[in-house]
């Protein structure tokens, strides 16, 4: 009994395997393979949390799917009125920006101020103007739906939107790891390490670091490749745009 409670204290007292993982990449779906592989003490559990994140808010709520808007211009004497369309580069944008941004596109191409949008920041819902003689056509895109506003096609005055604006469509960034275990989201197992909402603005740079580690299971003994995912609350991956993603973790033995 005794020999038994020596090695115990022994194992206590032992010092721990600690250390920590550094991973870089321009994509927010990648796989670092590890040459040699860092083999565990079989004997031992071992634990992850994320220490540090750093990057730039580059995911864009505008992408191919929304950042075209669908014009009619209604020419005097004719029944048929003349169809066009103003893109915009795929970024982050908001409610003002988009205005800033078409008023000017619609200048380039002999326009006026065709249509504006308001944010309502009591129903946070959006007020569209449209100039006499103009249309906007929602139903070809993803814009309208972004902006509250039904799949229709709206002539000259004013529209409040049905829905409030998801201009921002992200509410949480969920940082998952394959060899972490132990966690869960609405009851279904999820290798999420870390999860925050960034502090900054769009096109700001974002370092998170962690106030208090969450430290999670490790699956196995030996780690030979970790993917690694940045997506969104609904686990969609996001789009950083060409910009680095490094992230730290500290590994430690139990």
Same mark, same amino acid.
């Given at each position: 009994?005794?020999?038994?409670?020596?090695?115990?204290?022994?194992?206590?007292?032992?010092?721990?395997?600690?250390?920590?993982?550094?991973?870089?990449?321009?994509?927010?779906?990648?796989?670092?393979?590890?040459?040699?592989?860092?083999?565990?003490?079989?004997?031992?559990?071992?634990?992850?949390?994320?220490?540090?994140?750093?990057? !730039?808010? #580059?995911?864009?709520? %505008?992408?191919? =799917? &929304?950042?075209?808007?669908? *014009?009619?211009?209604?020419?005097?004497? $004719? +029944?048929?009125?003349?169809?066009?369309?103003?893109?915009?580069?795929?970024?982050?944008?908001?409610?003002?920006?988009?205005?800033?941004?078409?008023?000017?596109?619609?200048?380039?191409?002999?326009?006026?101020?065709?249509?504006?949008?308001?944010?309502?920041?009591?129903?946070?819902?959006?007020?569209?103007?449209?100039?006499?003689?103009?249309?906007?056509?929602?139903?070809?895109?993803?814009?309208?739906?972004?902006?509250?506003?039904?799949?229709?096609?709206?002539?000259?005055?004013? !529209?409040? #939107?049905?829905?409030? %604006?998801?201009? =921002? &469509?992200?509410?949480?960034? *969920?940082?998952?790891?394959?060899?972490? $275990? +132990?966690?869960?989201?609405?009851?279904?197992?999820?290798?999420?390490?870390?999860?925050?909402?960034?502090?900054?603005?769009?096109?700001?740079?974002?370092?998170?670091?962690?106030?208090?580690?969450?430290?999670?299971?490790?699956?196995?003994?030996?780690?030979?490749?970790?993917?690694?995912?940045?997506?969104?609350?609904?686990?969609?991956?996001?789009?950083?745009?060409?910009?680095?993603?490094?992230?730290?973790?500290?590994?430690?033995?139990?």
């Amino acid at each position: 009994m005794t020999e038994e409670i020596l090695k115990q204290i022994a194992k206590n007292t032992k010092p721990k395997q600690s250390f920590q993982i550094i991973l870089s990449s321009k994509l927010t779906n990648f796989n670092t393979k590890f040459n040699p592989p860092i083999h565990l003490n079989k004997d031992s559990s071992y634990e992850i949390a994320l220490v540090n994140l750093e990057t !730039y808010y #580059s995911f864009p709520n %505008i992408d191919k =799917n &929304n950042n075209t808007l669908y *014009f009619r211009k209604l020419v005097k004497n $004719s +029944g048929i009125p003349e169809r066009f369309s103003v893109r915009i580069p795929i970024g982050s944008y908001e409610i003002d920006d988009l205005n800033k941004v078409f008023a000017d596109k619609l200048k380039r191409e002999g326009h006026g101020k065709v249509v504006t949008f308001t944010p309502n920041l009591n129903t946070l819902k959006c007020i569209m103007k449209i100039e006499d003689g103009y249309q906007i056509n929602f139903r070809k895109n993803e814009l309208g739906a972004l902006l509250g506003f039904s799949r229709d096609i709206y002539s000259k005055g004013y !529209y409040k #939107s049905k829905l409030p %604006i998801n201009i =921002n &469509n992200i509410s949480s960034i *969920f940082i998952n790891i394959d060899i972490a $275990s +132990g966690s869960y989201v609405n009851g279904v197992t999820r290798p999420i390490i870390y999860s925050f909402f960034p502090e900054v603005s769009p096109g700001y740079k974002i370092v998170e670091n962690p106030r208090n580690l969450v430290y999670l299971p490790i699956a196995g003994n030996m780690i030979d490749h970790i993917n690694t995912k940045i997506t969104d609350q609904d686990f969609n991956e996001l789009n950083s745009r060409g910009e680095n993603i490094t992230l730290r973790f500290h590994i430690r033995e139990v």
